[in-house]
């Protein structure tokens, strides 16, 4: 019994460390076919240690988790016979039913862990930091302190340097939890080092990640039953955190990502000279709407939009919106049947919220960043955003676990 008792405890900690490494691997390896093999291979050996561990009576399970990403897969599939180029929209329906099975067998693993959610968030939070000490490993500290002091913006090499910046910012969110939660200061350190990173990516999407991240964190935190006293606080600290900002953003070090978000309010505003990064986007969400509005039931096909960009601007290119490529590409079916997932993992949230786990809280951040990033980039078809639908319905099930048990919220 107890040489049983430890094989499983070391099967337990060679997961963690695997998932680390596969979490890591969909950023380190970004830009590179090399991904889906590290993917496969580390599902694989996660199969094998889970066998290990539960006496090779492996737990299959089959849940929403799968049944929509499944749907989703299919309509992609299906798209295809409407779609100008087939292949691209075969393509992406093959790229997502890897990414399903690979992610399934992670799924069973956790689905049966008692303490799943805190587990996942820790691989997570471990993977962030292996992201951020190999970006500085492959730049240099030098040539990423000295792009910010030039107010200048590192290049996609091994990977977008978006994501880089996504994946720094969820590392802060994560240990800003542990510090307001668990007064947990460690990982405090490395939070310095993950802004400075966002810093050199000028990446606004992980700027603003980090701000509503952290201010959501706070607010929840700090609520109570008194609706009149949490309006204050939200005021307060909202009027607090814009002051904050600008002054931010008037320092030297913030003056490359301060250009872009100046660039980004002036599309809004009219006001102040546009960057060429957010007309560009700009136009491409216009160009998506037109296409939307000439194929509005089906769309033209998963993965074909980048056709029309290509007419249109001579370039290959995805729309850089979620919501419109989605619009663009599978029509009103497809973005409903897409954001379905979202819906269910919401209504849920909100249905099984006396019974939220430890980490409820972070999910709801991630689930509001992922829908806000969601403007800003195409998703659909990433492992990451799979992944982060596999941490959201685990924790839902943890939740209707406490219902079916009686076990109250935690605080």
Not at 17 to 22: D, F, K, Q, V
Not at 63 to 87: G, M, N, P, Q
Not at 339 to 351: N, P, T
Request: net charge positive.
């Amino acid at each position: 019994m107890i040489v049983r008792m430890k094989l499983k405890e070391k099967s337990n900690k060679l997961t963690q460390i695997l998932m680390s490494a596969l979490i890591a691997s969909f950023y380190i390896f970004g830009e590179n076919s090399f991904g889906s093999i590290i993917l496969f291979i580390i599902a694989i050996m996660i199969f094998i240690a889970m066998a290990v561990e539960y006496n090779f009576r492996i737990p299959v399970k089959i849940e929403y988790f799968h049944k929509v990403i499944l749907i989703f897969t299919l309509y992609c599939f299906i798209s295809a016979t409407w779609a100008i180029r087939a292949d691209y929209a075969i393509e992406k329906g093959v790229t997502l039913i890897k990414i399903l099975v690979c992610m399934s067998i992670l799924y069973s693993y956790y689905s049966v862990r008692r303490n799943a959610p805190e587990e996942l968030f820790s691989a997570l939070l471990w993977a962030s930091l292996i992201v951020v000490f190999y970006s500085y490993i492959f730049y240099g500290k030098d040539l990423i302190i000295g792009i910010i002091l030039r107010g200048k913006r590192l290049e996609n090499t091994f990977s977008n340097v978006n994501a880089i910046g996504m994946i720094s910012g969820v590392m802060i969110i994560i240990s800003m939890f542990k510090v307001i939660y668990d007064k947990c200061m460690k990982y405090l350190i490395f939070d310095i080092l993950a802004v400075i990173l966002i810093l050199a990516t000028s990446s606004r999407k992980a700027l603003l990640m980090v701000f509503i991240g952290v201010f959501l964190l706070f607010l929840f935190k700090n609520f109570n039953k008194n609706i009149f006293k949490d309006m204050f606080r939200i005021v307060v600290i909202s009027i607090i955190a814009f002051f904050l900002i600008r002054w931010m953003m008037s320092l030297e070090a913030f003056s490359g990502i301060g250009k872009r978000m100046n660039g980004m309010i002036a599309l809004f505003t009219g006001k102040g000279a546009i960057d060429s990064s957010s007309w560009l986007r700009y136009e491409y969400i216009k160009l998506g709407i037109d296409i939307f509005k000439k194929n509005p039931v089906f769309g033209v096909g998963m993965g074909n939009a980048r056709l029309f960009v290509a007419s249109n601007y001579g370039h290959d290119s995805y729309l850089h919106n979620n919501y419109v490529e989605l619009l663009a590409d599978g029509g009103i079916f497809g973005f409903i049947i897409y954001y379905y997932i979202y819906y269910i993992i919401i209504k849920d949230l909100i249905k099984y919220f006396r019974y939220r786990e430890k980490y409820t809280v972070v999910v709801i951040v991630l689930v509001l960043m992922q829908l806000i990033m969601d403007y800003g980039s195409v998703s659909y078809y990433y492992k990451n955003a799979i992944f982060y639908f596999l941490i959201f319905f685990i924790c839902i099930r943890k939740m209707k676990e406490r219902k079916r048990s009686g076990t109250v919220s935690f605080d």
